[in-house]
């Protein structure tokens, strides 16, 4: 195997001091494991699309008015007189929903391959990257002041309820009984601000990722045997923007509305609730669960525990020697189950809660919280099983020879 050293030696045939750990951990030096693949691009390629969401964020600020009779015509000025209005907002749209489709990939991927084994700070700093991300998508579907972002707000802080002391939280929030032009620029407001923190988290859950190192598909420990980060993966996040970038301005200009709903063009009737109220698709399993439970309180109990349910993973899982699932095919298949029921519980919540819908948004309920703590214990149990299993079959070679 190379060691880190080893690899140092490659190029120090100049003079300088700087011992080989100073090397690696200077920027873009830090050592990676040689086998990553396409899955460990998706931490750059988040920073890529917050970066740009950012940026056309500030953009579209300088012709938003929060206001309750204004929002929807600087919506349409936006989109129909200001000078390339109607693309800044069509980034912005379509970079929300990649972004949280990067996200889902970012966290199945650390699922699949252990990385909540390796490093528990940076598994825990990513799920609060990941709430702070849902507050912050959650109040710019508010923005246009459509139907379904008047409704929505509505349904969202009134599960500020069920908490003690809740109702009075609430008022605070709306500044009053009701939602008005005041709810409309406190949600402005946070929703501008919150992206910043969610670029301080960022840093600080790449600082927690150089402290321990990246895992790797084989979930093997690979701390001696290691290349720096530029140029053998900055080439490889290169290539990355460049497919982002392409998918992306091709949406823009191909599909600009394709995950908008058609209500959020219609003005808002307080007086009238639409038959079917539901969020953009990346909160369509959540909303799907809340639904499912006829609770108010334990719905919203049941959404938490759902969203959160991945922090579990590290402190029920054992000591394993192989991180990755790669080694383990009962937990790929529970797996590959709690993604596609992650996909039909996206399909449930875009649907009328009515009928059979309500049975099979709780059968995913109980299924999606069933795999989160199946999977990390299946996984445990199947190494213990699998070293007990091999491990008289070296002794009984150890004596024959």
Not at 296 to 324: N, Y
Request: with cysteine; hydrophobic share 50%; proline share 5%.
């Amino acid at each position: 195997m190379l060691s880190t050293e080893g690899f140092c030696s490659v190029g120090a045939e100049d003079s300088s001091d700087k011992s080989s750990a100073v090397y690696y951990y200077d920027a873009l030096k830090y050592p990676c494991p040689p086998n990553l693949s396409i899955w460990w691009n998706m931490g750059s390629m988040l920073f890529l699309i917050l970066g740009a969401q950012i940026l056309t964020g500030i953009l579209l600020t300088m012709n938003y008015t929060a206001d309750e009779q204004l929002a929807v015509m600087s919506v349409d000025y936006i989109m129909r007189d200001a000078n390339y209005g109607w693309i800044i907002r069509s980034l912005h749209m379509g970079g929300a929903s990649m972004f949280f489709a990067l996200i889902y990939m970012h966290i199945a991927r650390g699922v699949y391959f252990g990385a909540y084994l390796k490093n528990p700070h940076v598994w825990y700093s990513g799920l609060t990257l990941y709430l702070l991300s849902m507050g912050v998508g959650f109040l710019g579907y508010v923005l246009p002041w459509g139907v379904m972002s008047y409704w929505g707000l509505t349904v969202i802080t009134n599960m500020m309820t069920v908490i003690p002391g809740g109702a009075r939280a609430l008022d605070w929030f709306q500044g009053g009984f009701v939602i008005t032009t005041v709810t409309l620029k406190r949600v402005f407001v946070l929703h501008f601000l919150l992206p910043f923190v969610i670029l301080g988290f960022s840093l600080a859950h790449v600082l927690l990722l150089h402290m321990n190192g990246s895992s790797n598909p084989l979930g093997l420990d690979e701390t001696n045997f290691s290349v720096p980060f530029h140029p053998y993966y900055s080439i490889k996040d290169l290539a990355g923007f460049a497919l982002l970038l392409a998918g992306l301005v091709g949406m823009t200009f191909t599909f600009a509305s394709l995950t908008a709903d058609p209500l959020q063009w219609q003005p808002i009737n307080k007086m009238k609730t639409p038959a079917v109220i539901k969020p953009e698709w990346y909160f369509l399993y959540a909303y799907a669960i809340l639904r499912s439970i006829p609770h108010k309180a334990g719905g919203v109990f049941t959404m938490f525990a759902a969203i959160v349910g991945i922090a579990v993973f590290p402190m029920i899982s054992g000591s394993e020697k192989f991180q990755s699932m790669k080694v383990c095919p009962p937990a790929r298949l529970m797996f590959v189950i709690w993604a596609a029921n992650f996909m039909f519980l996206t399909v449930i919540g875009a649907q009328e809660p009515a009928g059979g819908w309500v049975l099979a948004g709780q059968f995913g309920t109980i299924l999606h919280l069933s795999m989160l703590v199946m999977i990390p214990m299946i996984k445990a149990e199947w190494e213990s099983w699998l070293y007990a299993y091999i491990q008289p079959e070296k002794k009984d070679l150890v004596m024959s020879v």
